[in-house]
């Protein structure tokens, strides 16, 4: 590994440097799930590729982690920010481009009445959670084991593996988490009939059911009967059913997973894909729910009770920049729907030919995918059903071996190797990837680490 090290660091010495002086005056460089083996900082992207600061070129698997669906800095997303930002990046009052954004989004949503806007993924799952407490007058919340819904409070939860499967319980991700904030959490078993069994016995207490239609830490496509089931008995039981599609919204489909699984929940929440690359948070759903939304202050009904409403701000809200480049990139993917027939190809011959080679050589590892998104493991035991089965003391030393390989070979995977595909990535980039792949685990069993 020094060796390969050695001559990575003479490729990018502009890298190695920013990495020393980032030390110095950053808390946090940069999160744990970019935290790469080796350092490297990027100065340009486009379409398929990623250029670092020394000027060396890669093949992009990271994605962004997942918004560029059309790849980076794509045409009509950069010339339609050039035309609007002469006219000033941030008003805090209204503009003119959210009402055109909101109603490409309700067309597109199936769920959707009505949206909002907010900041990121985050923002929007932390104030969905609120509205449904609102409006339901509950403030319990669930959601299954491998889900991930933000970094607020409410939602890092990590399955505990070795509690009840069909009664999970869970732990904190992370310390400064008050217990209080999440005993109004629980876990449901992942793709357990158990899960309904659950949600049917706390009704009473439950708001609202999260889920990510397909896992970023497990993606599969055999999971639609499942969601069907999901937003039936919370139906049945009075519980608000949400799909987190932040990674899936305007990736699986068009539509997202409720267009491609069709299942259509009441509320839902969008990041990545519709922002066009800026930052961006959407609640979506029904129009009774979104009015909680809505109302400002407090309506009395003639009994004295007081309509459901909820207190948000952000004060990059719906701003200009983001409204122009989600109207770009959203109408393109309106527009060409052969994009997604290219990505679920390329994703699929990607997924397709990796584990064929794993299997054929005898080698512990596993790419797990949802047509463009995938997971890549190196651990025994092939393909999983939950999280549960994912190897929590997997080799760090295999893992970084194959990654600096990955990035001597021209091709950049995250460390935690969830990846994803654009509509620019060509046939010819996925031969390349595939081909660095194959010749990295190669030199990661050479070395005996697998």
């Known amino acids: ?56 070129e890669y093949i992009d698997l990271v994605g962004g982690f997942g918004p560029h669906v059309l790849g980076h800095a794509p045409d009509v997303v950069i010339d339609a920010l050039k035309e609007a930002v002469d006219n000033g990046v941030q008003f805090g009052l209204h503009n003119p481009y959210q ?31 609120r509205a449904a407490r609102a409006f339901t007058g509950r403030t319990k919340i669930a959601m299954f084991e491998g889900g991930f819904h933000g970094a607020h409070d409410y939602v890092l939860a990590k399955v505990v593996t070795s509690s009840d499967v069909d009664n999970p319980d869970f732990y904190s991700m992370g310390q400064g988490i008050p217990e209080a904030t999440q005993s109004n959490t629980m876990m449901l078993p992942y793709l357990n009939d158990q899960a309904f069994n659950l949600i049917r016995k706390h009704a009473d207490e439950l708001a609202l059911v999260l889920i990510e239609p397909v ?48 299942a259509k929940p009441d509320m839902a929440i969008y990041g990545k894909a519709p922002g066009g690359g800026l930052p961006l948070g959407v609640i979506a759903g029904r129009g009774d729910i979104m009015e909680v939304f809505t109302r400002q202050f407090d309506i009395y009904n003639d009994d004295g009770t007081i309509e459901p409403s909820i207190f948000t701000a952000g004060t990059f809200s719906g ?29 699929t011959r990607l997924a ?14 596993a790419m797990s995918s949802a047509l463009s998104l995938f997971y890549f493991r190196i651990q025994t035991g092939g393909q999983i059903k939950s999280v549960r089965n994912i190897d929590k003391t ?24 969830i990846g994803y595909i654009s509509a620019q990535h060509t046939s010819q980039d996925i031969d390349t990837v595939i081909k660095a792949i194959k010749e990295s685990l190669l030199e990661v069993r050479k070395a005996g680490l697998i």
């Open 1 to 56: 590994m020094s060796n390969l090290k050695d001559k990575l660091d003479l490729k990018t010495p502009t890298s190695n440097d920013l990495y020393l002086k980032s030390e110095e005056v950053l808390a946090q460089q940069i999160v744990d799930t970019v935290s790469m083996p080796y350092p490297v900082f990027i100065q340009a992207a486009k379409g398929s590729k990623l250029i670092d600061v020394d000027g060396n």
């Open 99 to 129: 009402e055109q954004f909101a109603r490409l989004l309700v067309d597109a949503i199936p769920c959707a009445d009505k949206v909002v806007f907010c900041n990121s993924g985050t923002e929007a799952s932390m104030f969905a959670i």
């Open 215 to 262: 896992q970023g830490s497990n993606p599969r496509l055999d999971v639609g009967d499942f969601l069907t089931e999901l937003v039936s008995v919370c139906n049945e039981a009075g519980v608000l059913c949400l799909f987190d599609e932040v990674i899936t919204g305007f990736r699986l489909a068009f539509g997202g997973a409720q267009e491609f699984f069709g």
């Open 319 to 347: 701003n200009p920049m983001t409204m122009t480049a989600g109207t770009a990139a959203v109408t393109y993917m309106r527009d060409n729907p052969e994009i997604y027939r290219n990505m679920a190809e390329n994703g």
């Open 352 to 365: 397709e030919e990796v584990n064929l080679f794993c299997q054929q050589e005898e080698l512990p590892a």
């Open 394 to 417: 997997s080799n760090k030393a295999a893992d970084d071996l194959f990654c600096l390989n990955l990035l001597d070979r021209g091709v950049i995977m995250g460390p935690m190797h």
